[in-house]
């Protein structure tokens, strides 16, 4: 099985114009991504190599019973191209935009939280989410990821996500899903809420935490693994040599005062009982060990 | 980004947050003028971002053009914990009856907007918070609905401020939120909000960091530009939009994403090397964007290698490969690099760079092979 999304998954992208929106939206639906359509105001009617473009994401879903969308729209637009989504009444919402203000999404996380309960969100900032074979919603490159299971990924940054799904793959180890969560201050979907489901799912048996510094959500993980996890989790957390008071790229990454150090995070997940790596290669040899022994 | 007290109160002023007369000054000359315009006695206080500034001799009292003229030639230059003061702020002295503390920002863990105000202001708010928790009252504020009235009143209510400051902390309360969300903050801190004995209420200081995703929608932020980094490398690197972390090491450091950048530099430090800088080149990086994150890293004389980390999704492999190859054609590359490229398209990337390798620029398969390879060469 898989977590939020899986084959039946219908998608449609917000910004499939857009060049980026273009490229992967296409690229996902040559890994199989069920996309059904695009949405533009102004070119309505119109296709991009066969998906329909509609003109908001209400008409598209009317249209094709699209259940999810994935946003590309640019960081000024992404407040109200989520809003829109959730009132057309989708159920799973992917931004990948970038440089999305903070402000922003703080009032649509809360905004959703209220007033679309049932509605998740994931990102933005992130590289979306991954059910090898199934469903690939974003930017993923598809093929260094192998599907069939046992360990479910999840991780605040992009590329390291796959750099995880690489070592993986090439140890033979299959994924369940791998989800990016973002590098924002505000992350729609945090690790507790993915640690939650792949709990849950029959088929994830291990599963691969990468984090970084700042805020203090891998603190807050390693209390639900402490309590409420009975699968393995090995992982990486991004950023010990990082100076305090420096955002490191990501709006999310930057120690503040003494906390959010990566030091205080791999001893909070060392003593909840993960297996903690100081690389990302190493993770990767961890977790072998780790299925090997399921 | 951190501003400085002076554009801080700039910044306040424009949403109507009362603040003191004063001017900024660069010289003392301009410092005597500033002192004229806000009227005596003024204080003259030098801007650093870093505490304990008062401590160290960049705060002083003057009440004529002579005493201006002796603290300000003193300050203006004076080293303040490795900060050189380049300007002062100069603003007309103020009677305290009373010293409170305000601040607004992110709670990441509640996912919500937090309202800070203690009556205990004037000193480090770390130091109450640890002494006399009691003594700040702590509000979180949904960002969906905002800070009501009701709540400013109850906020100023419960915090225990003085009776005849009372409502005017509480329109100041409002206007900062405003400032704060309006003005795209991810903090604003008033340390002291004061009470004078003719029971005016205004901020006597000034702490803003103004979250630079929202600068699409500030254009009048570009007068901060410049102000803000001594370190020439981070200048450089934001008049080209990278997102630049200057170290003191020896390996420069170029990496797509802003994790595996961190990483990469956590590596570096595990094989025995030290990073240059963190350098996240970021989603959709072209070309162009990869000549110019090495035009920056080039130019830094402690760089003696530096290692190209890239794993591709949004950035496609032949892009990263062209920029490399584009970047050495334009500038002339005094370090060795080391490119690991993997990811979305890397194997028409490495063809690319094969057809240029040398001994100034090789490849490596893994992270922690080429983190071996650039610190080997950093070495020599």
Not at chain 1, 60 to 78: D, K, L, M
Not at chain 1, 104 to 128: H, I, K, S
Not at chain 2, 281 to 291: D, K, L, P
Request: net charge negative.
């Amino acid at each position: 099985m898989s977590i939020f999304v899986n084959e039946t998954t219908k998608v449609v992208y917000q910004g499939l114009t857009g060049s980026a929106g273009r490229f992967y939206g296409l690229r996902n639906r040559a890994y199989g991504t069920q996309v059904v359509a695009g949405t533009n105001p102004k070119r309505a009617g119109e296709n991009v190599e066969g998906i329909p473009v509609f003109a908001n994401v209400h008409d598209a879903r009317e249209a094709t019973g699209a259940t999810a969308s994935c946003i590309f729209v640019p960081a000024p637009g992404v407040e109200s191209a989520v809003m829109e989504a959730a009132e057309a009444g989708i159920e799973f919402i992917v931004v990948i935009t970038e440089g999305v203000p903070a402000k922003d999404e703080a009032r649509f996380y809360n905004r959703l939280a209220r007033e679309f309960p049932r509605t998740r969100l994931l990102g933005p900032n992130c590289p979306g989410i991954i059910s090898p074979g199934k469903c690939n919603i974003g930017i993923t490159a598809g093929e260094i990821a192998t599907g069939g299971g046992p360990v479910g990924i999840v991780s605040r940054s992009g590329t390291l996500t796959y750099q995880a799904l690489y070592e993986l793959t090439q140890k033979g180890i299959g994924q369940t899903t791998c989800v990016g969560i973002g590098g924002d201050p505000v992350p729609g979907t945090n690790f507790i809420d993915c640690l939650e489901a792949f709990q849950r799912d029959p088929d994830t048996r291990a599963v691969m935490m990468i984090g970084e510094i700042g805020g203090s959500e891998e603190e807050k993980a390693a209390d639900f693994i402490k309590h409420e996890m009975t699968k393995p989790v090995v992982v990486y957390i991004a950023g010990v040599t990082a100076p305090p008071g420096r955002r490191m790229g990501h709006a999310g990454a930057i120690i503040s005062g003494s906390s959010g150090t990566a030091g205080a995070k791999m001893d909070a997940l060392r003593s909840a009982g993960a297996h903690v790596a100081i690389n990302p290669t190493e993770a990767g040899n961890v977790m072998a060990t780790v299925v090997a022994h399921l | 980004m951190d501003l400085f007290e002076y554009q801080g109160k700039q910044y306040f002023a424009r949403y109507g947050i009362p603040v003191s007369p004063g001017g900024v000054a660069q010289t003392v000359d301009e410092a005597i003028s500033a002192a004229d315009a806000a009227g005596y006695p003024v204080v003259i206080k030098a801007q650093v971002q870093v505490g304990g500034r008062g401590k160290a001799g960049g705060i002083k009292l003057a009440s004529n053009a002579s005493e201006v003229r002796h603290h300000a030639s003193n300050i203006l230059g004076m080293d303040i914990r490795g900060h050189v003061v380049q300007r002062v702020w100069v603003e007309r002295a103020s009677d305290i009856k009373a010293e409170y503390y305000a601040s607004f920002t992110l709670d990441r863990a509640a996912r919500m907007h937090l309202a800070m105000v203690s009556k205990e202001g004037g000193i480090d708010i770390e130091h109450v918070a640890a002494t006399n928790p009691g003594a700040i009252i702590r509000r979180h504020i949904d960002p969906a609905i905002g800070l009501t009235h009701a709540d400013a009143v109850d906020i100023i209510h419960s915090a225990g401020i003085d009776e005849e400051a009372r409502s005017g902390a509480v329109s100041i309360l409002e206007l900062l939120y405003k400032c704060y969300v309006e003005g795209d903050a991810d903090l604003v801190e008033i340390n002291p909000l004061i009470l004078t004995p003719d029971g005016r209420i205004h901020a006597l200081d000034a702490k803003v960091t103004l979250d630079d995703n929202a600068s699409f929608r500030h254009p009048e932020w570009a007068a901060f530009d410049g102000t803000e980094s001594s370190d020439p490398r981070e200048q450089m690197a934001r008049e080209r939009g990278l997102q630049y972390v200057g170290l003191d090491g020896s390996v420069g450091i170029i990496a797509n994403g802003a994790g595996l950048a961190m990483s990469t530099l956590d590596v570096v430090n595990q094989v025995g090397g030290t990073p240059a800088n963190f350098l996240d080149i970021g989603g959709g990086a072209s070309a162009a964007v990869m000549a110019n994150a090495l035009e920056v890293v080039n130019s830094d004389p402690n760089v003696k290698a530096i290692f190209i980390n890239i794993f591709g999704g949004i950035t496609r492999g032949e892009e990263v490969a062209n920029g490399i190859v584009t970047a050495l054609g334009r500038v002339t590359i005094t370090s060795p690099i080391v490119v690991r490229l993997d990811g979305t398209n890397a194997v028409e990337g490495r063809a690319i760079l094969k057809a240029h390798e040398s001994d100034r620029l090789i490849s490596r398969p893994t992270m922690v092979e080429a983190a071996q390879a650039a610190v080997a060469f950093a070495a020599h």
